[in-house]
């Protein structure tokens, strides 16, 4: 597992804080990276915030908060229609967040990832910190990124999950298709409405 929003090989095509004209602040508030595998997963654990759409910025975008510190990690110029989570549903770095592409402000399929101080202080953060990776243009390799899996996200009720149902449990909240209650627990045996089972095979069907 890593805190790489990419698998494989992938380039870094434009560091943070570059300088340049091309920005109203001037300088690069991201990283810009591209890869041959165009799927991107989320780099923490944390909750879903945005899933939005800038035609003269971001393009298709995504905002997730961080669990541990609450900074905010954005990914944007995805393809239009490809974002496969939703508005405060809980994330991990096993869970597909969409499709890279070229929308918005771009001029070359890649994704520009940003991180920001907070929800409401929009300071940048080195996000070359986060990611673990060189803050330079070059070719990386994914597997020499390797982290310890962090295990800080269990579900705080975990021990009232049957052992029987654990790894199915894992699976369903990794792929995005069930989530915890905002204090973090599963609550295995609560009983589960027809809107709810809706909501499960919904998301089921767009992974």
């Known amino acids: 597992m890593t805190n790489l929003p990419v698998s494989g090989t992938f380039w870094v095509t434009c560091p943070y804080k570059k300088k340049g004209t091309s920005w109203s602040c001037g300088y690069h508030k991201g990283i810009d990276i591209t890869c041959g595998d165009r799927i991107l997963y989320s780099t923490c654990d944390g909750v879903v915030l945005t899933v939005g759409w800038d035609p003269n910025g971001w393009g298709q975008y995504v905002r997730i908060r961080e669990a541990t510190t609450g900074r905010i990690h954005i990914f944007a110029h995805l393809v239009k229609g490809s974002a496969k989570v939703a508005v405060n549903q809980k994330v991990s770095r096993k869970t597909i967040i969409g499709t890279m592409g070229t929308t918005g402000n771009s001029t070359g399929v890649h994704l520009h990832f940003q991180i920001e101080k907070s929800n409401t202080d929009r300071t940048v953060c080195d996000p070359t910190e986060w990611l673990g990776i060189p803050n330079q243009v070059g070719e990386y390799q994914s597997k020499d990124y390797q982290i310890k899996e962090d295990k800080d996200m269990a579900y705080k009720d975990e021990a009232t999950i049957p052992a029987w149902a654990k790894e199915a449990v894992e ?33 089921e069907n767009d992974l």
């Open 171 to 203: 699976k369903v909240t990794e792929k995005g298709w069930m989530q915890g209650d905002t204090a973090g627990n599963f609550r295995p045996n609560d009983p589960i409405t027809r809107a709810e089972m809706a909501v499960v095979l919904a998301r």
